[in-house]
C-alpha cells in the first residue's frame, strides 16, 4: 500500500489512476479483513473488545492530530504530492514495526516461561 500512495499522485491518466486504485484496494481490504483476526490471535477472544477499543480510541486521537498536521505541510508546500508522501511514510513506519512483532511475541512467551519456573 505504501508504493500505491507514493505512485499516485504522479498519475495523470485516468487509466493509470485506476492501475494504482485496484491495488490499493485490495491491500485496504486485505488489511481490514484481518484487523479483528489478528488482534483476537495475538490478545485473545476475551480482550477482544478492550483492545478493539483502545485501538479505536488510540486511532481517533491520531487521526484528529496527523490531519491537521499534513494539511499544515500541503499548504506550506502547496503540494499534495509532499503531503500524501508523508502519509505514506507513516505507513512504511507501521508496516516496519509490524514486522518486529515476532520479536515481540518471542519476548513474551520468554517471559511467561520465566514466570511459570519462578525464575522472575
Known amino acids: 500500500m505504501v508504493s500505491t500512495a507514493l505512485v499516485f499522485p504522479w498519475m495523470t491518466s485516468l487509466w493509470g489512476m485506476l492501475a494504482v486504485m485496484v491495488p490499493w484496494g485490495i491491500g485496504l481490504s486485505i488489511n481490514l479483513s484481518l484487523y479483528n483476526v489478528v488482534m483476537v490471535q495475538l490478545m485473545g477472544i476475551e480482550n477482544l473488545s ?3 477499543g483502545a485501538s479505536k480510541l488510540i ?3 491520531l487521526f484528529i492530530i496527523i490531519g491537521p498536521i499534513v494539511g499544515m505541510i500541503r499548504d ?3 503540494s499534495y504530492v509532499v503531503a500524501i508522501s508523508i502519509l505514506a511514510g507513516i505507513m512504511g513506519l507501521s508496516f516496519i ?3 518486529f512483532m515476532p520479536l515481540a511475541i518471542m ?3 520468554k517471559i511467561k516461561r520465566q ?3 519462578g525464575t522472575v
Open 50 to 52: 478492550k483492545v478493539f
Open 59 to 61: 486511532s481517533g486521537i
Open 115 to 117: 514466570q511459570c519456573n
Open 76 to 78: 506550506a508546500s502547496g
Open 97 to 99: 514495526l509490524w514486522l
Open 107 to 109: 519476548y513474551d512467551t
